[in-house]
């Protein structure tokens, strides 16, 4: 393919030609100024990204709706975990409260049929004051 046919942004600069030494010199700056040229606008573009990232020109219109929403689904599933915490240590505690009437029934101290609280049965196993302890 033929150089001449390319348009001149996609021409190889001189140095990269082999024959370096064949290229007049007015292409040589043309070549420099060009390049030069590219990276001090590829630097500006790269600029610029950064201070419109540090400004917040990249963000959505409403983004602030965006976060509210975010902040508000961060909250709600913090609360259901909070609940769902609440929840299990209650029923752990019914669960402790159960096994420990199961304990004071199976130790022999087991309220009496007749109706009356103060009355007791007989104890069978252990003593009164060894259930009260518990």
Partial sequence: MNIDQLPFWQRPYFWELVDVHEVPTWQKAWHVSRWTGEKVFQGMEFVGEIVADVLGLNDS??????DAAENDEARRKAEAEIEELRAKELRHEALQAHSRDLDLSEGGLIKSESGDPGARSE???????DVERE
């Fill in 61 to 66: 219109r409403y983004q602030w709706v965006i």
């Fill in 123 to 129: 104890i069978t196993k252990g003593t009164v004051a």
